[in-house]
C-alpha cells in the first residue's frame, strides 16, 4: 500500500489563480455591461452575444460568471424590475449552445458555427423573452404570440446584428488565448 503524497501545490499560486479570476471575471462582465450601455441608441445592436459566446469559447463553464456580473449590473443600473427578470435565464440558452462547440475544433467550425449561435440566439430573443412576460402581466397564449409577433421586426435587427457582430468572435477566442497563454491556464 502506497503512501498518499503531500501536494507540493504552492497554496500562495493557487489563490492567486482565484484572485485573478475573479478580477478578470468582473472586468469582463462590466466590459459586457459598457459596451450594452455604450450601443443603447442602436436597437437590438450589441456585443454582449458576441462576448458570450467568446467568453464560454475561452472559459467553458466559468463563462456563467461574467454573464451574471453583466446581469447584476443591469438591475442595479436599471431597476430590479419585471423587464430583468427574465434576463435570468434568456442568455442561458446562448451559453449552453456555444458549450456545443468543442474547444479543439478546427478553425472552420468555430469560425461558421459562433457567429450562427449568436444569430440563432438573436432571432430568438423575443421568444424566449415572452413566455415570463407573458405570466407576469397575464397574457393568454394568444396575447404570448401576439407579443412574439410585435417583435419579430427587432428580433430580425438583433439576429442580423448577431450573425455580423459575430464574425468577431473567433478573432476574439484566439486574441484571449494568446493574452491569457502561460497567465491562466
Request: aromatic share 16%; net charge positive; hydrophobic share 55%.
Amino acid at each position: 500500500m502506497s503512501t498518499p503524497q503531500p501536494n507540493r501545490e504552492n497554496p500562495r499560486s493557487k489563490w492567486r489563480g482565484i484572485c485573478f479570476e475573479l478580477v478578470l471575471f468582473a472586468m469582463l462582465g462590466t466590459i459586457m455591461f459598457l459596451s450594452d450601455i455604450l450601443m443603447e441608441l442602436l436597437p437590438n445592436i450589441h456585443l454582449v452575444g458576441v462576448l458570450i459566446v467568446t467568453f464560454t469559447a475561452v472559459f467553458r463553464v466559468k463563462a456563467l460568471i461574467p454573464l451574471y456580473v453583466y446581469v447584476l449590473l443591469n438591475g442595479v443600473y436599471a431597476g430590479f424590475s419585471l423587464w430583468w427578470v427574465p434576463y435570468l435565464y434568456v442568455w442561458l440558452p446562448l451559453w449552453a449552445l456555444a458549450l456545443t462547440v468543442p474547444r479543439g475544433a478546427p478553425r472552420w467550425v468555430r469560425c461558421v458555427f459562433y457567429p450562427l449561435i449568436a444569430a440563432l440566439h438573436g432571432f430568438a430573443f423575443g421568444t424566449l423573452y415572452a413566455p415570463v412576460q407573458a405570466l407576469m402581466f397575464g397574457l393568454d397564449f394568444d396575447g404570448m404570440i401576439a407579443w412574439i409577433v410585435a417583435g419579430l421586426p427587432f428580433d430580425l435587427i438583433h439576429g442580423v446584428s448577431n450573425l455580423t457582430l459575430g464574425l468577431l468572435i473567433y478573432p476574439f477566442t484566439e486574441l484571449f488565448d494568446k493574452l491569457l497563454r502561460g497567465t491562466y491556464r
